[in-house]
């Protein structure tokens, strides 16, 4: 009981924005950081990001190629950010229940991150290929 009233005393300035900037970017990084922990997919990618900013620098692909390659990761990244949320919002609102609306909202979030996947395969391949087919 004691728990389930410090929840709804926590929930209750949940709607509040802060007023100082500070504790507002420390709110982000706290988002940004459940994501890290919590999301197997994040880590995936963020591999995946560092790998490919490794072969841009080695294979010395020009400034506005690699800030292509920056942006198309961000894009990643923050779209899976975005999935979490979604995917906590919703599991929130249904608990432990199956609704076919929580089904498409998960699944169309997830599909965003698969489509923004497929587009950084497709860039990082124009970007790369011509560098890599050099070496040959």
Same mark, same amino acid.
């Given at each position: ?8 005393? $926590? ?7 802060? $007023? ?17 922990? +919590?999301?197997?997919?994040? #880590?995936?990618?963020?591999? &995946? ?7 841009? &620098? ?13 942006? +198309? ?9 975005? $999935? +979490? ?10 608990? #432990? ?8 909202? #998960?699944? +169309? ?18 970007? &790369? ?6 070496? &040959?």
């Amino acid at each position: 009981m004691e728990k389930k009233i410090n929840y709804l005393e $926590n929930r209750k300035e949940s709607y509040k924005t802060s $007023n100082n900037v500070f504790i507002s970017f420390k709110y982000a990084f706290c988002g940004i950081s459940y994501v890290l922990k +919590t999301s197997r997919n994040f #880590k995936i990618q963020l591999i &995946f990001a560092v790998i490919s900013l490794i072969i841009g &620098f080695l294979l010395q692909i020009n400034l506005s190629h690699y800030m292509i390659l920056v942006a +198309t990761i961000m894009s990643v990244l923050i779209l899976e950010v975005l $999935n +979490t949320s979604i995917e906590s919002i919703v599991d929130l609102v249904v608990k #432990k229940e199956f609704r076919s609306l929580a089904k498409i909202a #998960k699944d +169309t979030s997830a599909g965003a991150v698969l489509l923004a996947s497929i587009n950084s395969v497709i860039i990082a391949l124009y970007i &790369f290929f011509p560098k890599i087919k050099l070496l &040959f």
